[in-house]
């Protein structure tokens, strides 16, 4: 059974420039959400889908958006990168909302310079 | 809003011996789950062991056991004859039930020493 696989591995984009990171959940698992992970402030959830509908968002602004497909594939775009949303972003995946195990993917490394 | 607290950022422990790793978190709800996560540097993040806050009785999974305190908000990790291979940082997490956010401690650097 393959796992959580996200696209691309990594990534180095121009301050301004806009991102999509894409994420393929396990078969079968219908929620998808997404973190960032930096140094400074660990690991902060961004948003949860199910079904292809946002169930949850953090605290991050209005650049930072998301979406499902009807497959449960989900990407996240981030636009007019900025250099502190330099980080890795971690996609979980899992059977349904409320899951006791939610199942990690290997992450985006984004560098933005 | 719950918070999750990891008051040791780096442990070291000698191979086969025995480590805690201490987590407390705070929340006003009476229904969640507790995890600890190792993440290698390979970057992903490993379900170490889950514990049901219904449940009383403190998770086991082979090397690795919790010490589930309710009342207190404590959830430490017990890692017992350890192996080089357990060297990676380790991630307290709290998530509601019903909800699939997790909110995540800022971690413990765990060095094995030979």
């Known amino acids: 059974k393959a796992g959580v696989t996200q696209t691309p591995r990594y990534l180095i984009k121009t301050r301004g420039q806009q991102v999509t990171l894409s994420c393929s959940p396990i078969?079968?698992?219908?929620?998808v959400s997404w973190y960032q992970q930096t140094p400074g402030q660990g690991l902060q959830f961004l948003f949860e889908?199910?079904?292809?509908?946002?169930?949850n968002k953090g605290n991050f602004p209005g650049r930072f958006s998301g979406r499902q497909f009807s497959n449960s594939r989900s990407e996240m775009n981030v636009s007019t990168l900025e250099l502190g949303d330099s980080a890795l972003y971690l996609c979980?995946?899992?059977?349904?909302?409320?899951?006791?195990?939610?199942?990690f993917g290997q992450g985006t490394r984004l560098t933005v310079v | 809003a719950q918070t999750v607290t990891q008051s040791q950022p780096e442990m070291s422990v000698q191979e086969a011996e025995t480590v805690t790793l201490s987590c407390t978190y705070d929340?006003?709800?009476?229904?969640?789950?507790l995890f600890w996560y190792k993440q290698p540097p390979s970057r992903q993040m490993i379900l170490v062991i889950r514990?049901?806050?219904?449940?009383?009785q403190n998770a086991t999974e082979n090397r690795f056991s919790v010490n589930f305190q309710k009342a207190a908000k404590s959830f430490s990790l017990k890692i017992s004859d350890s192996q080089l291979g357990d060297a990676a940082m380790y991630f307290c997490a709290y998530r509601n039930r019903g909800s699939e956010k997790l909110v995540f401690g800022k971690g413990t650097k765990l060095t094995v020493n030979p």
């Open positions: 929340t006003s709800e009476s229904d969640y789950y």
């Open positions: 514990q049901e806050a219904y449940k009383q």
């Open positions: 889908y199910f079904s292809e509908t946002q169930r």
């Open positions: 979980a995946s899992s059977l349904r909302t409320g899951s006791t195990e939610a199942f």
């Open positions: 078969s079968g698992h219908r929620s």
